[in-house]
């Protein structure tokens, strides 16, 4: 059963900083490129974050570069988020997400919501 689970969703203040974890588990997640996505309210759900299996080549959308870092450690089956300097705009359900290169394996984790507000 391949299976993510991301943690570490929750309230906090702009400006104020969170990180974000996802767990992996029942597949060869060292060999998977990884990402994070979000879904604001009533929006569509758009890329955050990637990289690539190893977890050295990374790429952020422009809105995200110099706020956010994504991380993968391929020892301990981690994914991680890290977001600072928060704005309301970042308030989305986060999700992290696994992608075979040599198949369609696609692996979603359920979310977990982030919410930045005064």
């Known amino acids: 059963q391949e299976k993510l689970v991301e943690s570490g969703g929750g309230l906090v203040q702009p400006g104020g900083s969170l990180r974000l974890a996802c767990a992996a588990s029942?597949?060869?997640?060292?060999?998977?490129?990884m990402s994070w996505h979000r879904q604001p309210p009533g929006k569509e759900r758009e890329l955050v974050a990637a990289?690539?299996?190893?977890?050295?080549?990374?790429k952020y959308e422009d809105s995200m570069k110099g706020r956010f870092t994504i991380s993968k450690d391929n020892v301990k089956k981690m994914l991680y988020l890290q977001m600072n300097n928060l704005q309301p705009e970042d308030t989305a359900v986060y999700y992290c997400?696994?992608?075979?290169?040599?198949?369609?394996?696609?692996?979603w984790g359920q979310g977990t919501l982030v919410t930045v507000s005064s």
């Open positions: 029942g597949f060869a997640f060292s060999w998977f490129a």
């Open positions: 997400k696994a992608s075979s290169r040599n198949s369609d394996l696609v692996v």
């Open positions: 990289t690539d299996s190893t977890g050295l080549i990374k």
